[in-house]
Nanobody
Framework: QLQLVESGGGLAQPGGSLRLSCAAFGFTLDYYAIGWFRQAPGKERAGVSC????????YYTDSVKGRFTISRDKSKNTVYLQMNSLKTEDTAVYYC??????????????????????WGQGTQVTVSS
């Protein structure tokens, strides 16, 4: 059974850090693109970052560039989202998702949730003083 499991959410103060993990079970991430999305109350789900595991390309939405870093531990079949300099507006439920890259241009579709085949259950991130 193919499954993605997120962990690492919680409460952080503005300016603080959290690291989210997305562990894959039942498949290897080698040929997948892994995206992180977030959904704040009353807002639509939005793409935050993506890692194309086959070539290591990374993508970020403008609001998190320079603060968030996506990475992968191949031995653990896990993708991470390191979030630094957190802001109150980063508060949301964060989801990881995966799609099989194939011949797709990741750069053009990574922020489109409809492109993803597998989703995790989500983890809450709250940034508050």
């Amino acid at each position: 059974q193919l499954q993605l499991v997120e962990s690492g959410g919680g409460l952080a103060q503005p300016g603080g850090s959290l690291r989210l993990s997305c562990a894959a079970f039942g498949f290897t991430l080698d040929y997948y693109a892994i995206g992180w999305f977030r959904q704040a109350p009353g807002k639509e789900r939005a793409g935050v970052s993506c890692l194309s595991c086959s070539d290591g390309s990374t993508y970020y939405t403008d609001s998190v560039k320079g603060r968030f870093t996506i990475s992968r531990d191949k031995s653990k079949n896990t993708v991470y989202l390191q979030m630094n300099s957190l802001k109150t507006e980063d508060t949301a439920v964060y989801y990881c998702a995966a799609f099989l890259r194939g011949g797709v241009s990741v750069s053009t579709i990574w922020a489109n949730g409809a492109a993803y085949e597998y989703w995790g259950q989500g983890t809450q991130v709250t940034v508050s003083s």
